[in-house]
Structure formats: structure tokens, C-alpha cells
């Protein structure tokens, strides 16, 4: 996918979102995988979104057990405070 770039950038046309999550992630690999880096430099994928509904973010977490397998993040916070997908610990 990171040597599709141009490509991804043209099918998206600006409608590309991602979470402070997956941004965090895409700069750390960034290290690894140089291209990576124009996908956050091209700013292709906007501002990353902070998700921090307690309900949102069990939502994603149940998606991404899902999708990619893994433990359960650790147990949500209480109702009334919030947290960000940018955690670490998420």
C-alpha cells in the first residue's frame, strides 16, 4: 500500500480521515518505512480525529480485535471522563 501513495491520494480526493491512533502509528513506521512519511506530510488524510467517547472507543476496540486480532485495550475509564485513541495504553 505505502508504494500506492499517488494513487490513494487521488482515489481519496481530500475525503481521507484517520484517528490520532493510526497518525501516531503511521509516524513512528515512518521510521522503518520512509514512505510512509508522505502520507503524513501530503496531509492527505486531514487532521486526525480524537475519539473520546468511553462508548466510541470501545467500539473501535471491538472493531480492531476484530479485524486484527489482539487483547482487549485495558478497561474504559468511567463515563464521565474521557480518553483519546492517541493513548498508549488504548
Do not use: Y
Request: charged share 30%; proline share 10%; net charge positive.
Amino acid at each position: 500500500m505505502v508504494d500506492r501513495v499517488p494513487p490513494l491520494e487521488k482515489v481519496l480526493d481530500g475525503r481521507g480521515r484517520w484517528t490520532e491512533a493510526v497518525a501516531h502509528e503511521a509516524e513512528r513506521s515512518a521510521r522503518r518505512i520512509p514512505r510512509l512519511r508522505d502520507v503524513v506530510s501530503l496531509g492527505m488524510l486531514g487532521e486526525p480525529i480524537a475519539i473520546t467517547d468511553v462508548e466510541e472507543i470501545a467500539a473501535v476496540d471491538r472493531v480492531r480485535r476484530a479485524v486484527f486480532g489482539g487483547r482487549p485495550a485495558p478497561t474504559a475509564p468511567p463515563a464521565s471522563s474521557s480518553r483519546s485513541l492517541a493513548d498508549p495504553a488504548v
